[in-house]
């Protein structure tokens, strides 16, 4: 059994977080991208741990894949009504 599965004391497993360089390769984009997208607050959600930045990989993919479109003029649809793009 791994060392996260809580299963006997009812508590969910833990899935470790990952760092910005980490979940940049994991969206296929430079760390900086990710960087900038926390200034402007339209990236995906991570959480501050003092100085470090980390982020949970199920959160991640839940963040690309709210933005997967079928064709160019979804993301101009979404930006005029004030959706997340």
């Given at each position: 059994m791994p060392d996260n599965d809580?299963?006997?004391?009812?508590?969910p497993a833990f899935t470790p977080l990952i760092?910005?360089?980490e979940a940049a390769k994991l969206l296929g984009l430079a760390a900086i991208s990710l960087a900038k997208?926390?200034?402007r607050g339209d990236g995906p959600p991570y959480v501050?741990?003092?100085?470090?930045?980390?982020y949970d990989p199920?959160?991640?993919m839940a963040w690309a894949a709210a933005r997967?479109?079928?064709?160019?003029?979804?993301a101009t649809v979404a930006a005029?009504?004030?959706e997340a793009a």
């Open positions: 809580n299963r006997a004391t009812g508590a760092d910005t360089a997208m926390r200034v501050q741990l003092g100085r470090a930045v980390r199920a959160a991640v997967t479109r079928r064709s160019t003029s979804e005029v009504r004030g």
